[in-house]
């Protein structure tokens, strides 16, 4: 009888050390995770923050010089990486470039497929 109470006793041990080594090494792995990011979290925000992209239509009754002004003031933030005007010429041959025809004739033809007519 003492010999299969020591083997169940030994059984229990053996569940017991591993059930100890797991939950350590979990909690030691999380704790690495955790430790991870927050040394790296500055690193994270700044690479966050410069991926944000802004884009700003003009109306067509704006003129040259608000628009030079208005990138100046934008290259002379603090909180601006790098800024880009675009034409409306360079802007319709970007799109003609991507979708592989002219933007006007392609509206053309999605409007003219459907039955409600845009303003």
Same mark, same amino acid.
């Given at each position: 009888?003492s010999?299969s !109470?020591? @083997?169940?006793?030994?059984?229990?041990?053996?569940?017991?050390? #591993?059930?100890?080594? +797991?939950?350590m090494?979990?909690?030691?792995?999380?704790?690495?995770?955790?430790?991870?990011?927050v040394?790296?979290?500055?690193?994270?925000?700044?690479?966050?923050?410069?991926e944000i992209?802004?884009?700003v !239509?003009? @109306?067509?009754?704006?003129?040259?010089?608000?628009?030079?002004? #208005?990138g100046?003031? +934008?290259?002379?933030?603090k909180?601006?990486?790098?800024?880009?005007?675009?034409?409306?010429?360079?802007?319709?041959?970007?799109?003609?470039?991507?979708?592989?025809?002219d933007?006007?004739?392609?509206?053309?033809?999605i409007r003219?497929?459907?039955?409600?007519?845009?303003?």
């Amino acid at each position: 009888m003492s010999s299969s !109470f020591e @083997k169940f006793q030994k059984r229990r041990l053996i569940s017991s050390y #591993f059930s100890v080594v +797991l939950s350590m090494f979990l909690v030691l792995f999380l704790l690495g995770i955790l430790g991870f990011f927050v040394i790296n979290s500055k690193k994270l925000s700044d690479d966050f923050k410069e991926e944000i992209v802004m884009t700003v !239509f003009f @109306k067509n009754e704006a003129t040259d010089s608000t628009m030079v002004a #208005f990138g100046q003031e +934008l290259k002379a933030a603090k909180f601006v990486k790098s800024s880009d005007y675009v034409t409306k010429e360079q802007a319709a041959k970007m799109h003609t470039d991507i979708i592989g025809e002219d933007f006007m004739t392609f509206w053309v033809r999605i409007r003219c497929r459907t039955p409600m007519t845009f303003i």
